[in-house]
């Protein structure tokens, strides 16, 4: 099983590698080369996946090192989506980096066996915790697309136009991808919630028990809610939507790990909310 994860993540940094020469050289065949290394860190990410559940016989999501793992594929699995959707080449710059950070971290923290959890004996956990994991990897993209439009935004602003303004996309192009990214992340996320709460009643007999990871995931949700709705009311768009887009990530961070660490709860380190 580690070989398999070395091979994950030299997929994931030769990808890396390969979208910085492609940020420098503009060459077409360097993006193709960045994306099929992607995919095939992303392929074999989904085996090694599939094979700690055949040989757990529970969904991996029981420690850190089990969650983070499906974070990182939860990224690759984003960014290929939206790549498809987009072609939005320069986005593998922070989507391929941050998928190889992600499954080194989970190659780093304690993978000790843990007494298995039967909540996580449910198709109900399986589908909250993937749908909650996309969603989080669609924001963690459109922060990424908040930077690069900040970056660009002042290229133009500054008439700084060298290096980044000649290989980033146009302002529009970025609030659009930027936008999907949250609208996605959103609609995920709700979805995830809401499967969250169904299931905890068919567990805890309530829906809602102010456990501190239910307390931040709403203020979470709540931020997007009022960030998507805004945008649409009252026209945040642009540098205000990528401001709110990098902030939000940060809220989702501490919701994600902070809460794991700091706070107690019955939600532990093996869910992402």
Not at 17 to 35: D, E, R
Request: aromatic share 16%.
């Amino acid at each position: 099983m580690e070989y398999v994860i070395f091979i994950i993540i030299l997929c994931y940094l030769c990808s890396s590698a390969v979208y910085m020469a492609y940020l420098f050289f503009q060459k077409n065949y360097l993006h193709k080369a960045g994306y099929y290394l992607m995919l095939a860190g992303l392929l074999c990410h989904s085996l090694a996946i599939g094979y700690r559940f055949a040989q757990t016989g529970h969904f991996p999501v029981n420690n850190l090192y089990e969650t983070l793992m499906l974070s990182g594929w939860a990224i690759a699995v984003a960014f290929i989506l939206f790549q498809y959707k987009f072609n939005l080449r320069i986005l593998g710059v922070y989507a391929a980096p941050l998928a190889a950070l992600v499954t080194i971290a989970a190659y780093l923290v304690p993978n000790e066996p843990v007494e298995m959890n039967y909540i996580l004996n449910s198709m109900w956990i399986v589908f909250h915790v993937i749908v909650i994991l996309i969603g989080e990897a669609s924001f963690a993209l459109a922060c990424g697309l908040g930077i690069l439009y900040l970056m660009q935004e002042h290229a133009i602003k500054t008439k700084s136009h060298g290096f980044l303004f000649r290989r980033l996309p146009s302002l529009d192009l970025l609030d659009s991808a930027g936008y999907a990214c949250l609208i996605a992340g959103f609609i995920m996320l709700s979805l995830g919630l809401i499967s969250g709460l169904v299931y905890a009643k068919s567990v805890w007999g309530r829906f809602w028990g102010w456990d501190p990871k239910e307390v931040w995931s709403a203020i979470t949700w709540l931020f997007y809610a009022a960030l998507l709705h805004e945008r649409l009311t009252v026209g945040w768009r642009g540098r205000k939507s990528a401001v709110m887009a990098i902030i939000g990530f940060a809220v989702l961070l501490f919701t994600f790990l902070g809460v794991n660490f700091l706070l107690e709860g019955h939600h532990g380190a093996f869910t992402s909310m």
